[in-house]
T-cell receptor
Framework: QKEVEQDPGPLSVPEGAIVSLNCTYSNSAFQYFMWYRQYSRKGPELLMY????GNKEDGRFTAQVDKSSKYISLFIRDSQPSDSATYLCAMSEIGGGFKTIFGAGTRLFVKA | DAGVTQSPTHLIKTRGQQVTLRCSPKSGHDTVSWYQQALGQGPQFIFQYYEEEERQRGNFPDRFSGHQFPNYSSELNVNALLLGDSALYLC?????????FGQGTRLTVV
C-alpha cells in the first residue's frame, strides 16, 4: 500500500464548475499538507500549505484536512481553462521542506 | 527575486555515464532537497542538504550523491546511469516551513 493515494484521473469538467480533488494517506505522523499544481514540463508550484486539521481558503482555492479520516481535499471554485494541469497532494511529518511524500497527481481538464 | 534555478534544462546521457545536475535555491533559503519524478508519477524524495550536510535520504541507491556549497547551492550526482534513471529531476528550496520547486532538469538515458 502506498503512503499517499491519489486518483490519477483524468478529470474533465466544464468551465465554471466546482472541482474536488482528494487524497488519502496511511501515515498518522503526517502534520503538514500541501497541494501543488504542475503544468506540463514544468516544476510543481505550491498552491496551498496547511498544518494539521482544518480548512484554509485562498481565492478560488480551499484546502481541507481531516486527520481523523486521513483524508485531504482541494476545492477549486469557478474553474477556468487555465486551471488545466496536474494537481499533486503532498505531505510530511516535519515542515521546512523535510522529506515530503507526494501522490501520483490528478490530471484536470477544464473545458471552455 | 529569482526563484529556484536549475541547470541544465535538458540533457541526454548514455547508459553507464555519470551526470551532475545543479541547483541554486531561492534567495534567503538555506535548505535544498532533490526529487526524481518519473513520467506520470509524483516526485520521489532523494535527499536533503542543510548546512552542507546530507540531513535526510530517501530510498535511492548510493549511485545518487549530492553536495551543498557554502552559498547554499547544490549538486546532484548520479553515477553508472541506468535507463530507469530517465526522469525529471527537481530541486526544492526552503527557508522555513514551505518548499518551492525549480523547473527541473529532464534527463534522458539512452
Amino acid at each position: 500500500q502506498k503512503e499517499v493515494e491519489q486518483d490519477p484521473g483524468p478529470l474533465s469538467v466544464p468551465e465554471g464548475a466546482i472541482v474536488s480533488l482528494n487524497c488519502t494517506y496511511s501515515n498518522s505522523a503526517f502534520q503538514y499538507f500541501m497541494w501543488y499544481r504542475q503544468y506540463s514540463r514544468k516544476g510543481p508550484e505550491l498552491l496551498m500549505y496547511t498544518y494539521s486539521s482544518g480548512n484554509k481558503e485562498d481565492g478560488r482555492f480551499t484546502a481541507q484536512v481531516d486527520k481523523s479520516s486521513k483524508y485531504i481535499s482541494l476545492f477549486i471554485r469557478d474553474s477556468q481553462p487555465s486551471d488545466s494541469a496536474t494537481y499533486l497532494c503532498a505531505m510530511s511529518e516535519i515542515g521546512g521542506g523535510f522529506k515530503t511524500i507526494f501522490g501520483a497527481g490528478t490530471r484536470l481538464f477544464v473545458k471552455a | 527575486d529569482a526563484g529556484v534555478t536549475q541547470s541544465p534544462t535538458h540533457l541526454i546521457k548514455t547508459r553507464g555515464q555519470q551526470v551532475t545536475l545543479r541547483c541554486s535555491p531561492k534567495s534567503g533559503h538555506d535548505t535544498v532537497s532533490w526529487y526524481q519524478q518519473a513520467l506520470g508519477q509524483g516526485p520521489q524524495f532523494i535527499f536533503q542538504y542543510y548546512e552542507e550536510e546530507e540531513r535526510q535520504r530517501g530510498n535511492f541507491p548510493d549511485r545518487f550523491s549530492g553536495h551543498q556549497f557554502p552559498n547554499y547551492s547544490s549538486e546532484l550526482n548520479v553515477n553508472a546511469l541506468l535507463l530507469g534513471d530517465s526522469a525529471l529531476y527537481l530541486c526544492a528550496s526552503s527557508g522555513g516551513t514551505e518548499a518551492f520547486f525549480g523547473q527541473g532538469t529532464r534527463l534522458t538515458v539512452v
